[in-house]
């Protein structure tokens, strides 16, 4: 038999489910968070992670059910009832999509989360176009990661009051701030897959044609990937292999500097770590996230793929006085508190209550 919780205005056990493709360890936190919001458990649906993360099923505290994205699935192959508000993950996953027909076709409300941003070039006008004649009756709600979202799905139809933002968002029981910045050491990170579109070999060659000018900055990089061979070797260039989102916290608050110069990037969670973590933040202008962690205060912002444009922004932020690291820091902590599991867990229950 199903217990009801005794808040009323909390949806009954089970009447609720997630999906998300790609499970990530981040995301297994937001979602407990949203277990301890709601006050009871319920089933996540996810597809394997590209990138090994350990860790996954004890952050969420409880088992997930693991499909395959490409290929349909139904509630009863899952042995779980049909909900009355599912959260899908995307709209371009088979298994996701035949499990929101089914909640549909029962007479449920499915709520799409959506990590894309805004362009607004004409591929996106085209495709918002599509999604309000093909998709967006499919979904109730809308959840984005923050600002360049809302500003999307506002274009692919859905309302203000159907947009909720707060998708994503790092922990900051494992990303807070460090040393004051003037104090840690003259470093630059990035983290991130060593793949064309983060644009990893750019920011090295970038950061090398300025050294003879920064002598006691280094740059280090965390990840894994196919062009990890293909950055350029240099004695102030730190090359590393991919960690734990365990180990990321302490590398953040050891570098000054965090840099992500993506040719495209549809949010940049690492960008919302090292915000936490208090870093000044060297975003090019592709990045979604810039819009809710980046001001001219604490960042540096360049056009993606400009390397002499990306070399002057390191020295701009390199050359950095005590004041300005200083609010520069407190800048970053203080936009960084607009995200994370307890926002995600109080959108997450404001929709479930709407919803249901």
Not at 87 to 104: M, T
Not at 236 to 260: D, M, N, T, W
Request: glycine letters at 8%.
């Amino acid at each position: 038999m199903v217990e009801t919780p005794t808040d009323e205005s909390q949806p009954p056990m089970n009447d609720i489910a997630f999906s998300w493709n790609g499970l990530p360890q981040y995301a297994a936190r937001l979602l407990a968070a949203a277990r301890q919001e709601l006050g009871q458990p319920f089933p996540v649906i996810g597809s394997r992670p590209a990138v090994p993360v350990g860790g996954i099923e004890e952050a969420l505290g409880w088992p997930a059910h693991w499909v395959e994205a490409p290929r349909p699935v139904s509630w009863k192959e899952l042995g779980l009832p049909v909900p009355k508000v599912f959260f899908q993950s995307g709209w371009a996953y088979p298994a996701f999509n035949s499990l929101g027909d089914e909640v549909r076709a029962a007479g449920g409300k499915v709520c799409l989360l959506m990590d894309n941003d805004w362009r607004g070039d004409f591929r996106q006008w085209l495709g918002g176009l599509w999604f309000r004649l093909a998709r967006k009756r499919k979904f109730a709600a809308v959840l984005v990661p923050g600002i360049s979202g809302r500003r999307l799905a506002r274009w692919y139809g859905f309302t203000d009051e159907e947009i909720a933002e707060g998708l994503y968002g790092a922990d900051p029981a494992v990303f807070f701030d460090g040393p004051p910045l003037a104090a840690r050491p003259k470093r630059i990170l990035f983290v991130g897959q060593y793949i064309e579109r983060k644009n990893c070999v750019g920011l090295a060659k970038a950061f090398a044609s300025v050294a003879a000018r920064l002598p006691e900055w280094e740059l280090h990089l965390y990840g894994s990937g196919p062009l990890q061979d293909k950055i350029p070797a240099h004695p102030r260039i730190k090359v590393h292999g991919f960690v734990q989102p365990a180990e990321l916290g302490a590398l953040y608050r050891s570098a000054r500097i965090f840099a992500l110069p993506s040719h495209s990037e549809a949010w940049g969670l690492v960008v919302h770590e090292a915000a936490l973590s208090g870093c000044q933040l060297l975003l090019s202008a592709t990045i979604g996230s810039r819009h809710d962690f980046a001001t001219q205060m604490n960042a540096a912002e360049f056009p993606a793929g400009d390397r002499d444009a990306l070399a002057q922004a390191i020295l701009q932020l390199a050359s950095s006085d005590d004041s300005t690291l200083e609010r520069a820091q407190a800048k970053s902590r203080a936009l960084a508190t607009t995200h994370g599991p307890a926002i995600f867990a109080d959108r997450v229950a404001a929709i479930a209550k709407k919803l249901s």
